[in-house]
T-cell receptor
Framework: EPEVTQTPSHQVTQMGQEVILRCVPI?????FYWYRQILGQKVEFLVS????????KSEIFDDQFSVERPDGSNFTLKIRSTKLEDSAMYFC????????????FGPGTRLLVL | SQQGEEDPQALSIQEGENATMNCSYK?????LQWYRQNSGRGLVHLIL?????REKHSGRLRVTLDTSKKSSSLLITASRAADTASYFC??????????????FGKGTKLTVNP
């Protein structure tokens, strides 16, 4: 069964460093999402992406964040200058159509900013 | 507004018993989804119920939706130790007219004791 994959599974970085989290969505899906979950808290929406552009973003998704689909398979989330409060589990998700259908989530990348 | 608030926050049962988790939400929705998350892992989609449906079954799972009360319940019958996980409901937000994000609750942590 096709699934969303994410790399790396864990990332430790120093405050102020740039990180890139990578995702490979399910191949026939057209909508892509990033969510994050700070330890012990809710899963929060960051951004959705369709047709090579951001279609919606949350207040969390400020200028430090960017997303890109550099080729036909990868979908990346870049944090330019990490802060301690960026430490969280980051989930990529994809769906065939918009949110009225199921979003399929990857296993997540656990980011720790020191 | 807060969407998708589950209760109880934690539930501990014996193997073979049924587990019921509830979710309440505040705005109009197109659908409601339930996800499972094993400790520190990704989100696994369990079931989606549309706003015009009242009940849905999938294996040992039964989901109900009461749009008049803005609530849903997830019933796991004949629970197994492997069902130990956190369970989240997630809604779209039809009130935001085309919003693509899923809004998650804080989850119910289910422990099934062998």
């Amino acid at each position: 069964e096709p699934e969303v994959t994410q790399t790396p599974s864990h990332q430790v970085t120093q405050m102020g460093q740039e990180v890139i989290l990578r995702c490979v969505p399910i191949s026939n899906h057209l909508y892509f999402y990033w969510y994050r979950q700070i330890l012990g808290q809710k899963v929060e929406f960051l951004v959705s992406f369709y047709n090579n552009e951001i279609s919606e973003k949350s207040e969390i998704f400020d200028d430090q964040f960017s997303v890109e689909r550099p080729d036909g398979s990868n979908f990346t989330l870049k944090i330019r200058s990490t802060k301690l409060e960026d430490s969280a589990m980051y989930f990529c998700a994809s769906s065939v159509v918009r949110v009225v259908e199921t979003q399929y989530f990857g296993p997540g990348t656990r980011l720790l900013v020191l | 507004s807060q969407q998708g608030e589950e209760d109880p926050q934690a539930l501990s049962i014996q193997e073979g018993e049924n587990a019921t988790m509830n979710c309440s939400y505040k705005t109009s929705i197109n659908n409601l989804q339930w996800y499972r998350q094993n400790s520190g892992r990704g989100l696994v989609h369990l079931i989606l119920i549309r706003s015009n449906e009242r009940e849905k079954h999938s294996g040992r799972l039964r989901v109900t939706l009461d749009t008049s009360k803005k609530s849903s319940s997830l019933l796991i019958t004949a629970s197994r130790a492997a069902d130990t996980a956190s369970y989240f409901c997630a809604t779209d937000d039809r009130g935001q007219g085309g919003s693509e994000k899923l809004v998650f609750g804080k989850g119910t942590k289910l422990t099934v004791n062998p």
